[in-house]
């Protein structure tokens, strides 16, 4: 741990007792909390004010951090899970369902890491099966048919590279994805609010629009993966966070993200109540601006945002031309 | 008791020839028969003991598959840039395209097989392990429009360790374009077949590769999202035999048919035929 981390850990916990000892004597110590807590800020905001990209990959997977089901419940009511791939099983690993943004019904889904480190198990971390993308694509079909607007959370280390997942065609159910997903005749917004790993995250965020959470992550490939194929070193792994480019910032950049959901100093982790107010407020943004659309102005518009993803030269071609 | 003794045997020294020139000769990774390279390319590059496929330059998977003198390269002159500075990616890419002669990890195009006139995109394991990056999936989403624009059917060999590292995010999103090129063309009620060579991996074989109306694989290629390394530290124990091999697929349900390289173009052609229409009964 850097030291500002370490300082700020520290300044917390001393806020808390203090906060706790004052409550138990009802003593009045406010002055002292607020003295501390302005140190606090201070401290936060010169440490995250340079905050690096591997930083951002350990906040991204910080286990403090809101998890799909709590920003579920910070702007959905009425959410109602729905269970299953009706071909071989249901994934934790992955959740969704129906619910209520506002007034307008919508169907959520998102990938879904534990709270706890028993519950992480049972949801493996947050890496899906393939009938976890199954059961995603399913859950897409039946709000196409109902005209229901789809928000989907990112979340994961990546698919989960295990024998049954390879069995049932981890590869198979990734690609029906991204294939069906370009064609979905309603409003697809996806928030980037953890980790992106690679296919297991693409899987469930080819949108209209996609943001993502200042803190969050994305790349083709987790550090440590890199620097141990690359540099056959793991230990290079924040070298490899910075090579990757995978910040928000980075991201929207190269045009693949429309949008950066700032977070509270410190990290979302921090302060739920500040990322609720501003997640509401933006989903409550673009869910209207895209269901203006008509469905084939929605997809034309998909393409192009896709389609204008890379980075290339025709260089020959152009020197030809240059000489002729 | 005689009758029971165990038989001996006479020891024959086996000659297993450890250093193989390299550039004149191939060991068979199957059978560990050495090959000349010169027959083995006369061969097909397939192992006349075992069956064993070699991994083939797309060159001369070209020439095995598109009738003679009918194939136009489209997008040759598209190159790829090094855009997040990755370390040492540029100078790879330079040493690459020296090397294989190519200027990236896949030929597009348009040529006839059996004199039916067929989009095609043949991936090159010659250059960074047939990898993904902007470029590879530019120029597959471009044949793909092509095709469905000219109305032909596509047929596209892959051969890819996945998506390319060192373009990161650009790479991962080929995956989601190749996709929806494709999504349109099979709307279009065109037929796409894939063939699956070894090896097929990671972001190709979760993109295009999979999305064949007909999925083809040459025998005992790796097929799989994962590599067999990451899935074995992952479990903690030794994957089973022939995991995520051709025969492994087509067990499992995920391709068609199991093709040997040396009736392929017949198999293609058949297939082609068989997407002509015809007509009616009675």
Redesign the interface.
């Known amino acids: 741990m850097a030291s500002g981390e370490k300082q700020l850990a520290h300044l917390e916990q001393k806020i808390k007792d203090l906060q706790a000892f004052a409550r138990e004597q009802e003593m009045d110590l406010s002055e002292e909390i607020k003295s501390l807590q302005e140190k606090a800020r201070k401290i936060r905001e010169e440490y995250f004010s340079e905050i690096t990209p591997w930083q951002r990959v350990k906040l991204a997977r910080n286990m403090q951090r809101p998890t799909t089901q709590d920003y579920i419940e910070m702007v959905c009511s009425d959410f109602t899970e729905l269970h299953g791939d009706r071909l071989f099983g249901d994934d934790p690993a992955i959740i969704g369902g129906i619910g209520r943004l506002g007034k307008q019904p919508v169907t959520v889904i998102g990938h879904q890491k534990g709270r706890s480190t028993k519950e992480n198990i049972s949801r493996n971390f947050g890496m899906p099966h393939p009938e976890g993308y199954r059961k995603a694509l399913r859950l897409m079909e039946q709000a196409e048919k109902f005209n229901r607007p789809i928000i989907t959370f990112i979340d994961t280390p990546g698919a989960y590279p295990g024998l049954g997942a390879e069995e049932r065609g981890q590869g198979e159910a990734i690609a029906r994805n991204l294939k069906e997903m370009s064609g979905l005749r309603v409003p697809v917004v996806v928030i980037v609010t953890g980790e992106g790993g690679s296919g297991g995250a693409l899987a469930l965020a080819v949108g209209d629009w996609v943001s993502m959470f200042e803190n969050a992550v994305y790349s083709v490939i987790s550090p440590e993966g890199c620097a141990s194929i690359l540099w056959k070193d793991p230990g290079k792994a924040e070298e490899a966070a910075r090579s990757l480019k995978l910040t928000a910032e980075d991201l929207k950049v190269a045009g693949v993200i429309d949008a950066i959901i700032p977070e509270p100093s410190g990290g979302c982790q921090l302060n739920s109540q500040e990322i609720q107010k501003k997640l509401e407020e933006h989903l409550k943004e673009i869910v209207p601006f895209l269901q203006k659309m008509d469905s084939s102005e929605l997809l034309t518009r998909r393409w192009k945002r896709l389609s204008r993803i890379g980075v290339w030269t025709e260089q020959i071609k152009a020197q030809k031309k240059a000489s002729q | 008791m005689a009758l029971f003794r165990k038989t001996r045997y006479s020891q024959v020294g086996t000659r297993e020839i450890k250093n193989v020139p390299k550039n004149i000769a191939s060991k068979c990774p199957a059978c560990k028969h050495v090959h000349i390279d010169k027959d083995l390319s006369q061969k097909l590059k397939v192992c006349d003991r075992c069956g064993h496929h070699f991994s083939l330059p797309a060159k001369q998977r070209l020439k095995q598959i598109v009738d003679e003198g009918t194939f136009r390269e489209i997008n040759?002159?598209?190159?790829?840039?090094d855009?997040?500075d990755?370390?040492g990616y540029g100078e790879k890419l330079e040493q690459v395209r020296e090397k294989s002669g190519l200027?990236e990890a896949v030929i597009t195009g348009f040529g006839k097989i059996s004199g039916i006139e067929v989009g095609l995109g043949i991936m090159a394991p010659d250059f960074m392990l047939g990898s993904m990056g902007?470029?590879v999936?530019?120029k597959i989403?471009r044949l793909v429009d092509k095709a469905r624009e000219l109305k032909k059917p596509l047929i596209i060999f892959s051969a890819s360790g996945g998506?390319?590292?060192q373009?990161?995010?650009?790479?991962?999103?080929?995956?989601?374009?190749t996709?929806?090129a494709?999504?349109?063309f099979?709307?279009a009620g065109l037929l796409y077949i894939s063939v699956l060579t070894h090896p097929t991996t990671?972001?190709v074989?979760?993109?295009?590769?999979?999305?064949g109306d007909i999925n083809i694989a040459e025998p005992g290629s790796l097929?799989?999202?994962?590599?067999p390394r990451?899935?074995q530290q992952?479990?903690g124990q030794q994957?089973?035999e022939g995991?995520?091999r051709a025969e492994f697929l087509l067990e499992?349900?995920?391709i068609d048919r199991i093709v040997e390289r040396k009736k392929m173009k017949k198999e293609l052609t058949l297939l082609l035929q068989l997407h002509q229409g015809g007509e009616k009964i009675g």
């Open positions: 040759r002159e598209l190159i790829s840039l855009p997040l990755f370390p200027n902007s470029v999936g530019e989403t998506a390319r590292m373009e990161s995010i650009y790479s991962l999103m080929q995956m989601a374009k996709s929806n494709l999504a349109r099979s709307d990671g972001g074989t979760a993109s295009f590769a999979m999305l097929i799989g999202f994962a590599g990451v899935i992952t479990i994957l089973p995991f995520q499992h349900g995920f």
